[in-house]
């Protein structure tokens, strides 16, 4: 069975780094073909895609987010992390990590619970 969890600051200050890891276990991140994907939810709003590491180290960013992103893994603790700079209150948001098997873009499988972050001074 296959679980992600979400790991990071729930408060963060504005024009700082937030940052968070996901843990998986039941799998191997480096596991052909899998994909691991950072979405977020920004209240009352609909889901929004971040960005994503294969199983093979490529990595993928949305273009709106791409100049502020970074995304990395540690292959010997199965995580998988994410660094958004600048960040403003806009980036108040639930944050997931889910996996995604090829063919990619489809869905998810399977979902971290979501960690909620607030940018607030």
């Known amino acids: 069975h296959v679980q992600l969890q979400e790991s990071g600051p729930g408060l963060v200050k504005p024009s700082q780094t937030l940052s968070l890891t996901c843990t998986v276990s039941g799998d191997s991140i480096t596991t052909k073909y899998y994909a691991w994907t950072w979405i977020r939810q920004h209240p009352e709003k609909g889901l929004e895609w971040m960005g994503v590491?294969?199983?093979?180290?490529?990595?993928k960013y949305s273009p709106s987010l791409k100049s502020r992103t970074s995304i990395s893994r540690d292959t010997s603790k199965n995580q998988f992390s994410l660094q958004l700079s600048s960040v403003t209150p806009e980036d108040t948001a639930v944050y997931f990590c889910?996996?995604?098997?090829?063919?990619?873009?489809?869905?998810?499988?399977?979902w971290g619970q979501g960690t909620r972050v607030t940018v607030s001074s």
């Open positions: 889910a996996r995604d098997a090829a063919p990619y873009g489809l869905g998810y499988d399977y």
């Open positions: 590491i294969d199983y093979d180290g490529n990595i």
